[in-house]
Nanobody, 121 residues
Framework: VQLQASGGGLVQAGDSLKLSCAAS????????MGWFRQAPGQQREFVAG????????YYADSVKGRFTISRDNAKNMVYLQMNSLKSEDTAIYYC???????????????WGQGTLVTVSS
């Protein structure tokens, strides 16, 4: 599967932004999906995940209550709605595929190219 993330940009603290991840391949609906992020000089970290059916969603504590992951299997899309953005949310955001329930990057086999989110304070 190939993944293409989009929707990043420059926003102010407190603003909202919605990231999209377009996937190719007929097996998309069978993949668990995740969003990760990597800030400059830091390791890639888990942000949010969703099971293949969308019935289970899980989040890093740092974004819980502010971010929402969703998917549309009919459109081969995964989304990350980000509200109440903070300067510490600034990072390159990556979508990833192929984990049943993945909290670590090694559990995912497919990665998008990343989209930059910059939050100014």
């Amino acid at each position: 599967v190939q993944l293409q993330a989009s929707g990043g940009g420059l926003v102010q603290a407190g603003d909202s932004l919605k990231l999209s991840c377009a996937a190719s391949g007929r097996a998309f609906s069978s993949y668990g999906m995740g969003w990760f992020r990597q800030a400059p000089g830091q390791q890639r970290e888990f942000v949010a995940g969703i099971t293949w059916s969308g019935s289970t969603k899980y989040y890093a504590d740092s974004v819980k209550g502010r971010f929402t992951i969703s998917r549309d299997n009919a459109k081969n899309m995964v989304y990350l709605q980000m509200n109440s953005l903070k300067s510490e949310d600034t990072a390159i955001y990556y979508c990833a595929a192929d984990a049943v329930y993945g909290l670590t990057s090694t559990q995912y086999n497919y990665w998008g190219q990343g989209t930059l989110v910059t939050v100014s304070s």
